[in-house]
């Protein structure tokens, strides 16, 4: 009935923003700069490079649902990381904490402790680890100066990026010296949630029509202390050093380390250099980054929560915490050659180097048996990935009204060798252990057909075919039709399957063992999407979506990658945005529902849901009803001040599932999903997070933006807690925080 009634809502909600608005904005974002000097035709006509399409089409013209990010609208946003501002602009995304590795993003209901069921790109290039972590560098980093926009793509996008999105895309595009010429430093200072961040960036325009374009950025991340980021369980529980009672809804006594800590307390770094000339782009990039992140909670209890019994050999202040980091070095270079008039190819070659490590959870067995520096310090996986890859393609207009595009596809990845960077050390993997270096090949073919049937109507046909060393033959195909009945109004219908193959770690795993080749992820997708203008500052929104997933997870037992359960979520979005005169109004709220849950075998564990088990219909690790407000106002043409507010409305599939973890005699089963004490409800409740920020600008050359983050925190800290992936029951709160900033334009 609640979901019935949230649905009800969120559908009178788009109705009423559709019918009281007579003035509205393109069907992207842009900022208030960009669209006060642009007429509405002119913001019609803008091409969105990687937004959903194999060639280029206007945000009207792209058949999904999408957001631009401007470069504007990052710096307004005050974020300090790219993960945040995501959480900040689109709709029906969400940011949750994560126990194996960065924070876990998801898209229409589709999240998990590793995020590689999203796709990253930088300049249309894949950065996501293909070994298990999925899409893990850049999202941590404070430095953004470099970023000209980021598309994301909600809903599946395998057709055009490949296997991993089946969840959405997220898609940067870098700056370059002929769109920003000059040479600038960004200085940021963070207080309660302490960091020092220094970004410097130059572009340069030369009489050839060449350019160039460099950033630089560094970043020490020493994180909130746990006095103002409490961490803390839903259950009850003693710790194995015999020294603690940890109290469910109580932040823990013993000692963490900071919240978003940098990985190593190591200096974050990021290196962009840029050259392009005609028809030719090469890049080089570098990112250095990784957090802290908490102990488990079964390596922290004693059982049967934990693994093991109470002693007082061993203090668990002592103990150090777990963390993630990476290096990446990429090098890209990228030809568009027009052979004739209607038909053009582009050639792009790349090498990748992704360096990877992980310090696992704490190895209490090795600890009692004296052997501490084996349990405690040095424990941890290394890997590194270094891929090159080449991809052909051709665009070409056969007729007016007709476009085809058709490429082709090579990547060569080699596995295992010596890191570089971090231990020096052999490679190990979660799923294989130590190994030897190896290798694979995927070969990909893909192409798309476009015909503009008349100026109203417009077909989308396309599909893509991807091989991987240790899977079989994986297909994508898409259609779409978009109807433009009037200047104001487009109706989108998208269908579309994506898949995900397993990680590389985990294919390799069960094709040594013997097993074959493992079952890949499938999600088909349908969504109605209508987009309405009012004149040229306003736009709203509406989206229906229904996706059917074949869920496919590793089995440690028995080494393989298993089709799970098949399950089937649908949902709204309903998305406004208003400006004009000085100011910007954001407004989305998005329902996402569970529709059914079938296990392929009855009984198995999993996070994803308890409706199988008969608890509940909804999904375990997601809000069902997200809000997100953003709002700006310029007092003077150098004086502004701004705002956002996330809101989760609560986690009633979470609650449902810990209902069932806490049955008596399931703790073994169990032991790593959420648990909680009867009557323990404050970690399901609703999360707020509401910032605030104002810039000045005192002279043509020096700019200041003051920021105030997590501010409800001041009041409640429970307020901005964010819950762990897959255990939702434990949170840590964001601390209520203050950033300065000051800019120096040469």
């Known amino acids: 009935m609640q979901g019935k009634f949230s649905l009800f809502l969120v559908a009178i909600y788009s109705l009423f923003l559709t019918i009281i608005t007579g003035t509205c904005e393109a069907a992207y974002h842009v900022s208030l700069t960009e669209l006060t000097n642009m007429s509405l035709e002119e913001l019609l006509s803008i091409e969105v490079e990687q937004g959903g399409t194999v060639s280029q089409s206007t945000p009207r013209d792209t058949p999904a649902a999408m957001t631009t990010i ?27 904490r994560n126990y194996f590795g960065p924070e876990a993003i998801g898209i229409r209901g589709i999240i998990g402790n590793s995020n590689d069921k999203i796709l990253l790109l930088v300049n249309g290039k894949i950065m996501n680890h293909r070994l298990q972590a999925g899409a893990f560098s850049e999202l941590d980093l404070p430095m953004m100066e470099d970023i000209e926009s980021v598309n994301v793509v909600r809903g599946p996008g395998s057709v055009v990026y490949g296997p991993g999105a089946v969840a959405g895309v997220i898609s940067i595009i870098t700056r370059n010296g002929e769109e920003y010429n000059g040479f600038d430093v ?18 340069y325009s030369f009489e050839n029509g060449a350019s160039f374009f460099l950033d630089y950025g560094l970043t020490d991340y ?53 050259i392009d000339w005609g028809g030719l782009q090469a890049w080089i990039r570098y990112t250095s980054g990784g957090n802290h992140v908490d102990q488990l909670r079964q390596q922290l209890a004693s059982p049967p929560i934990g693994k093991f019994p109470v002693t007082g050999q061993f203090s668990l202040d002592a103990v150090p915490g777990r963390g993630f980091g990476y290096q990446q070095l990429t090098l890209l270079g990228r ?9 053009k190819g582009i050639l792009t070659l790349s090498y990748d180097m992704f360096d990877y490590e992980e310090t696992p959870p704490i190895y209490w067995d090795k600890v009692f048996s004296g052997n501490t520096r084996a349990g405690i310090q040095t424990a ?19 007729a007016v009204n007709h476009s085809i595009s058709i490429g082709a596809a090579l ?28 290798d694979t090949n995927t070969w990909s073919v893909l192409g798309e057909y476009r015909w503009d049937l008349s100026r109203k109507w417009t077909l989308y046909a396309g599909g893509r075919m991807d091989k991987h060393s240790y899977t079989d033959w994986l297909y994508s195909p ?92 649908y949902g709204i979005e309903a998305e406004f945005r208003w400006q004009g005169n000085g100011y910007i109004l954001s407004l989305s709220h998005s329902y996402t529902k569970l529709l059914d849950f079938d296990l392929v075998e ?25 809000t997100k407000l953003f709002a700006s106002y310029n007092f003077t043409p150098g004086f502004s001040v701004d705002g956002s507010l996330q809101i989760y409305w609560g986690f009633p599939g979470a609650h449902d599932q810990t209902r069932y973890n806490n049955r008596e005699g399931t703790f073994p089963d169990s032991i790593g999903l959420g648990l909680s004490d009867s009557g323990y409800d404050k970690a399901f409740d609703g999360n707020y997070y509401l910032n605030l920020g104002t810039e000045y600008r005192f002279t043509p050359h020096w700019q200041a933006r003051l920021d105030l983050f997590n501010i409800l925190g001041w009041f409640d800290k429970d307020l901005n807690k964010r819950n762990y992936a897959e255990r939702v029951s434990e949170y840590r709160s964001e601390a209520p925080s203050l950033g300065l900033s000051l800019r120096y334009s040469f």
Not at 231 to 248: A, E, H, N, Q, R
Not at 612 to 621: D, E, F, K, N, R
């Open 380 to 398: 941890c996986y290394s890997s590194r990935e270094d891929e090159y890859y080449v991809r052909a393609m051709g665009h070409w207009n056969p």
């Open 478 to 569: 898409r259609a779409a039709i978009i109807f433009k009945p009037t200047e104001d109004d487009t109706l989108k219908v998208i269908g579309n399957q994506s898949v995900r193959r397993a990680g590389d770690d985990e294919l390799r795993a069960q094709y040594v063992a013997g097993k074959g080749y493992s079952d890949s992820e499938k999600i088909r997708s349908g969504e109605f999407r209508y987009e309405r203008m009012f004149g040229n500052k306003a736009f709203s929104a509406i989206s229906a979506f229904y996706q059917d997933i074949e869920l496919v997870a590793w089995n440690t037992q028995l080494r393989r990658s298993n089709h799970l359960a098949d399950y089937k979520i």
């Open 186 to 203: 960004n200085v940021r200072q963070g207080a309660i949630e302490r960091f020092t961040s220094l970004e410097m960036r130059g572009g």
């Open 335 to 343: 030809y568009e050659y027009q052979f004739m008039p209607g038909f």
């Open 602 to 626: 009855p009984g198995t564990v999993q996070p994803w849901s308890a409706e199988p088990y008969g608890y509940g219909h909804s999904l375990a690790i997601w809000s069902e009803n997200l």
């Open 222 to 274: 020493a994180g909130a202390d746990q006095d103002d980021s409490p961490y803390v369980f839903g259950k009850s529980f003693y710790t194995p050093d015999g020294m603690y009672w940890i109290k469910s809804g109580k932040d823990v006594p013993f000692h963490i380390d900071n919240d978003h800590k940098g990985y190593r307390s190591a200096v974050k770094h990021k290196v962009h250099a840029q």
């Open 411 to 438: 990547s060569h990845e080699i596995f295992g060798l010596d890191s570089p960077g971090y231990p020096h050390t052999g490679a190990s993997t979660l799923a294989q252990g130590d190994v030897d270096d190896w």
């Open 70 to 96: 401007t470069a504007d609208m990052i710096r307004q946003s005050g974020a300090r990381s790219l993960a945040k501002v995501l959480e900040i602009y689109v709709p029906n995304l969400e940011v949750a």
